[in-house]
């Protein structure tokens, strides 16, 4: 094969090796060649022993601009000098239209110093009739020669920017035991006729070559928002919490809403918000749903976080139509010491089939499960939620939540502010603010801000709270079985980390494949 451009270089190589007797240089034998170029050829031969070949690395002297200049026109003193000469005399002031500005600056010092001009008056006047312009030639040596053995003048141009030194590679080619006038013919593939024949003792097998580069694979790719979904689930799993199974983009009314006690007359339920399933558009009654409590059944076995002989959830204790029949009355009528919302709970609003709006509809179901064998446990998910949202650069009508949730006895909310800081720790945002707010299953509820370093300000993060007894009573939980969540959208991380300032740029049919491909992971604690 040739290489680039036309020419073949191996057989070029082979070719001086033949017609030279002592080593080849490659600077000297080949010096319009590449080095890259140059060293391909020469591992192709040497993988053949056809040569062996040594590496020298040696510096160049390679001229400025300015000192090209001065080798082709002469130095500044010596322009200077030469203007001076030629006039006789020459007012000072005229000196920089003879010879320009530069030139007049720099060289009127050095002719003085060297003794080829002096001042008289206010004209220059020349002392000497030629002068010999040393710089000019010993710069002209390096052009010729690439090399200035006087180190002394060599630091001098240096300073003076008028050469710059260059380390260069080249090498030293000499035949090889198996060195040939041309690669000889080579066999790639090993065929049933060559062991037939027995041609295959004696054929001129091509090496195998080891050291090429694999070519570039288009494998798959993470998108950057699973990428950084996997940093979240690092964190989670490390402080000992249990994934939720949130296989369920469709859910009920009773589970988004009507179980956190959220009222049905919540705006939040508004068409202008949520999105409802037309077909169907009621789901059954409350019930448990298996797929999901065998996949967290698995979740929390795997966790070993438990007595592995201890049978950690038993389905058969739960009464689902108790709890609906507690959430209503705690809606309607006020119950476990909550006066309720006093209006008249509709059954059919409970069945009517929503996009999720939170992942908090996964975590009511899983902490209802709970019931069924009450105790200290913390559950997390990272799933896509639904809002009818005006789109625009920020915003799209879904997005990922992450989620915790933490249950134990007499939880407080001093232990929530604790535990977020330290969580947010390890997304390298520290020193949080809380702020009041609220949501119908938290009391108290709050906003959760923190000082972002890029954006110089203080930006919301997140939305927590502790699980209003309303919410938890209903499902059958001790009343001292204290629960805390919160909740941030994944976007939000993934846009700073990637720095894309719209969100279409991330989801959505405009997304740049190549983006997404060659984004590299992230760190969340590293900036
Ligand atoms: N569901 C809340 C939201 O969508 C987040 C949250 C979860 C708040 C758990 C408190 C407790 O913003």
């Known amino acids: 094969p040739l290489e680039k451009g036309n020419r073949d270089l191996t057989q070029e190589v082979l070719d001086k090796l033949d017609s030279k007797q002592s080593p080849l240089q490659t600077s000297d034998d080949f010096p319009d060649v590449s080095q890259s170029e140059i060293k391909a050829a020469l591992d192709r031969l040497a993988s053949r022993s056809m040569l062996v070949y040594e590496t020298k690395d040696s510096e160049q002297v390679q001229l400025t601009g300015e000192g090209e200049q001065i080798a082709n026109e ?105 060195y040939a006038k041309e690669i000889p013919v080579e066999v790639t593939d090993i065929t049933p006729e060559m062991l037939e024949s027995g041609s295959w003792q004696t054929a001129n097998f091509k090496p195998y070559n080891f050291a090429a580069k694999g070519a570039v694979q288009n494998a798959g790719a993470l998108h950057p928002l699973n990428k950084v979904r996997e940093e979240f689930r690092k964190i989670f799993f490390h402080q000992g919490f249990v994934e939720m199974p949130t296989a369920r983009y469709v859910d009920s009314g009773f589970w988004n809403f009507d179980a956190l006690f959220v009222p049905q007359q919540h705006p939040a339920r508004d068409l202008q918000d949520t999105f409802y399933v037309s077909d169907p558009a009621f789901a059954d009654e409350p019930r448990a749903d298996p797929a999901a409590d065998a996949a967290l059944d698995a979740m929390e076995s795997d966790a070993q ?46 069945k009517r089939l929503v996009l999720r709006t939170h992942t908090t509809a996964v975590s009511t179901y899983c902490l209802h499960r709970l019931a069924a064998n009450p105790r200290p446990c913390r559950y997390f998910s990272i799933d896509r939620v639904f809002r009818n949202e005006t789109v625009d650069a920020t915003h799209l009508a879904e997005f990922h939540q992450v989620e915790g949730v933490i249950a134990d006895y007499d939880l407080t909310l001093g232990g929530l502010m604790a535990f977020l800081e330290a969580f947010f720790a390890k997304l390298g945002i520290f020193n949080l603010r809380f702020k009041p707010a609220y949501n119908p299953y938290t009391e108290p509820s709050m906003e959760v801000f923190g000082f972002h370093k890029g954006l110089g300000k203080w930006v919301e993060i997140g939305n927590s709270g502790m699980f209003r007894p309303e919410m938890l009573e209903p499902m059958g939980l001790p009343k001292d079985l204290r629960v805390y969540g919160f909740g941030l959208s994944l976007e939000r991380p993934t846009m700073i980390k990637y720095a894309v300032s719209n969100i279409r740029d991330l989801l959505g049919h405009k997304v740049d494949l190549n983006f997404i491909e060659s984004n590299a992971a992230v760190r969340l604690d590293k900036d």
């Open 74 to 178: 002469g130095s500044h003193e010596y322009k200077v000098w030469a203007a001076v000469h030629k006039e006789g005399k020459l007012a000072l002031k005229e000196l920089p239209s003879k010879v320009g500005a530069d030139s007049a600056k720099v060289g009127q010092g050095n002719a003085f110093k060297l003794k080829w001009i002096k001042k008289y008056g206010d004209q220059l006047v020349p002392l000497v009739d030629s002068p010999e312009d040393t710089t000019r030639k010993a710069l002209q040596g390096v052009q010729a020669t690439k090399t200035l053995s006087d180190s002394k003048q060599l630091a001098d141009f240096k300073k003076r920017k008028l050469v710059v030194v260059t380390k260069i590679i080249h090498y030293t080619v000499q035949k090889g035991p198996k």
């Open 305 to 350: 976080l438990y007595d592995p002989k201890t049978k950690i959830h038993d389905a058969s204790k739960l009464d689902y139509a108790q709890y609906y029949k507690n959430v209503r009355e705690t809606h309607q009528d006020g119950k476990y010491g909550s006066i309720g919302y006093r209006y008249p709970f509709a059954d059919a609003e409970t």
